[in-house]
C-alpha cells in the first residue's frame, strides 16, 4: 500500500544551536584512510594494499546527552515517582505499544514566545479540528520554534505545555506527547523572568511535573510539524534502550497512507 514517511527527527550534527549553552553535542568522523590502521590490527598480516582500494571503514565518535537530538523522555527525567508514588519509570521500561499509535497535531504557532498554554487551549484546538481524543494517541505540539530550528533563538522560543494542558491530555488516556521546541515547558528564560516576578515554585517545569501524577513521555525537538495535517497519520517514536536512563533518542517519523 502506498504511503508517505515525513521525518520528525532533527539531525545529530555539530555546530546547530539546538541546546542551551554547555549542553552542546559533538561529533568526530574518521574517513576510509583514517581508520585504516585500526583495521589492520583486527588482522594480522594484512596490509593495506590487500583491502579494496586500500581503504578501511568509516567511522563516528558521538559525545551527547540523552537529551540532545530528537528523544523520548521517561517518566523517571521528571521525578523519583509517578501515579502518585509508584517508583517512575526509566526509557528502557517505558511501553513499546505507546511508541506506535495515531497522531493528532495541535497547532499553537500563533501563541506568542515563553506562553503557557491551559486546558482551554488544548480544548479549543481539539473543537477547531474536529478531533476527539482516544487512549493512546500521540499528540504533538507544532509551535513557533519549530520553524527557528537553527537559529541562535531556537531554544529561547514557542509556546510550552502547562500542568493543566498537560493533565487535560493525560487523563484523556494520552502517554506519548511531543513538542517541536527545546521543551515540552515554556523555554527557561521566560519562565525565569516570571519566577523573579513572583517567586512561585509551581510554574517551574510544569508541565514534566505532571508525570508525578500521572506518568507520561513526551518526545521533545520534533521537526517538520507543519508537514502534518491535524489527524490522520500515525506516530512511530520507539526510544533507543538505554538501562536506567531518563531518555532516548528516537528518530521520530510520521506514517500516512495514501
Given at each position: 500500500?502506498?504511503?508517505?514517511?515525513?521525518?520528525?527527527?532533527?539531525?545529530?550534527?555539530?555546530?546547530i544551536?539546538?541546546?542551551?549553552?554547555?549542553?552542546?553535542?559533538?561529533?568526530?568522523?574518521?574517513?576510509?584512510?583514517?581508520?585504516?590502521?585500526?583495521?589492520?590490527k583486527?588482522?594480522?598480516?594484512?596490509?593495506?594494499?590487500?583491502?579494496?582500494?586500500?581503504?578501511g571503514?568509516?567511522?563516528?565518535?558521538?559525545?551527547?546527552?540523552?537529551h540532545?537530538?530528537?528523544?523520548?523522555?521517561?517518566?523517571?527525567h521528571?521525578?523519583?515517582?509517578q501515579?502518585?508514588?509508584?517508583?517512575?519509570?526509566?526509557?528502557?521500561?517505558?511501553?513499546?505499544?505507546?511508541?506506535?499509535?495515531?497522531?493528532?497535531?495541535?497547532d499553537f504557532?500563533?501563541?506568542e514566545?515563553?506562553?503557557?498554554?491551559?486546558?482551554?487551549?488544548?480544548?479549543?484546538?481539539?473543537?477547531?479540528i474536529?478531533?476527539?481524543l482516544?487512549?493512546?494517541?500521540?499528540?504533538?505540539?507544532n509551535?513557533?520554534?519549530?520553524?527557528?530550528?537553527?537559529?541562535?533563538?531556537?531554544?529561547?522560543?514557542?509556546?510550552?505545555?502547562?500542568?493543566?494542558?498537560?493533565?487535560?491530555?493525560?487523563e484523556?488516556?494520552?502517554?506519548?506527547?511531543?513538542?517541536?521546541?527545546?521543551?515540552?515547558?515554556?523555554?527557561?528564560?521566560?519562565?525565569?523572568?516570571?519566577?523573579?516576578?513572583?517567586?512561585?515554585?509551581?510554574?517551574i517545569?510544569?508541565?514534566?511535573?505532571?508525570?508525578?501524577h500521572?506518568?507520561?513521555?513526551?518526545?521533545?525537538?520534533?521537526?517538520?510539524?507543519?508537514?502534518?495535517?491535524a489527524?490522520?497519520?500515525?506516530?512511530?517514536?520507539?526510544?533507543?534502550?538505554?538501562?536506567?536512563?531518563?531518555a532516548?533518542?528516537?528518530r521520530?517519523?510520521?506514517?500516512?497512507?495514501?
Amino acid at each position: 500500500m502506498p504511503r508517505t514517511i515525513i521525518d520528525l527527527s532533527i539531525p545529530i550534527a555539530n555546530g546547530i544551536p539546538a541546546d542551551p549553552p554547555g549542553q552542546d553535542l559533538s561529533v568526530t568522523y574518521f574517513d576510509h584512510q583514517q581508520s585504516l590502521e585500526a583495521m589492520l590490527k583486527f588482522f594480522p598480516g594484512l596490509k593495506a594494499e590487500d583491502l579494496p582500494d586500500g581503504q578501511g571503514w568509516a567511522v563516528e565518535r558521538v559525545n551527547l546527552s540523552t537529551h540532545n537530538g530528537t528523544h523520548l523522555d521517561a517518566p523517571w527525567h521528571y521525578h523519583p515517582t509517578q501515579d502518585r508514588g509508584k517508583p517512575a519509570m526509566r526509557i528502557d521500561e517505558v511501553p513499546l505499544e505507546w511508541c506506535f499509535q495515531p497522531g493528532v497535531k495541535l497547532d499553537f504557532r500563533h501563541f506568542e514566545d515563553g506562553y503557557v498554554t491551559t486546558a482551554s487551549d488544548v480544548e479549543a484546538e481539539l473543537k477547531r479540528i474536529g478531533h476527539e481524543l482516544k487512549p493512546l494517541e500521540i499528540v504533538v505540539v507544532n509551535t513557533s520554534a519549530g520553524a527557528k530550528f537553527g537559529r541562535q533563538d531556537y531554544v529561547a522560543s514557542g509556546c510550552g505545555m502547562g500542568y493543566e494542558a498537560t493533565m487535560y491530555l493525560l487523563e484523556k488516556g494520552v502517554r506519548v506527547t511531543g513538542t517541536d521546541g527545546w521543551s515540552w515547558d515554556a523555554p527557561f528564560v521566560h519562565t525565569a523572568r516570571k519566577y523573579a516576578e513572583t517567586h512561585d515554585a509551581s510554574i517551574i517545569w510544569e508541565g514534566h511535573k505532571a508525570g508525578r501524577h500521572i506518568g507520561y513521555s513526551h518526545i521533545e525537538k520534533l521537526h517538520n510539524l507543519e508537514k502534518l495535517p491535524a489527524d490522520g497519520f500515525m506516530i512511530s517514536c520507539f526510544p533507543v534502550k538505554i538501562e536506567k536512563a531518563s531518555a532516548g533518542w528516537t528518530r521520530a517519523v510520521a506514517i500516512m497512507e495514501d
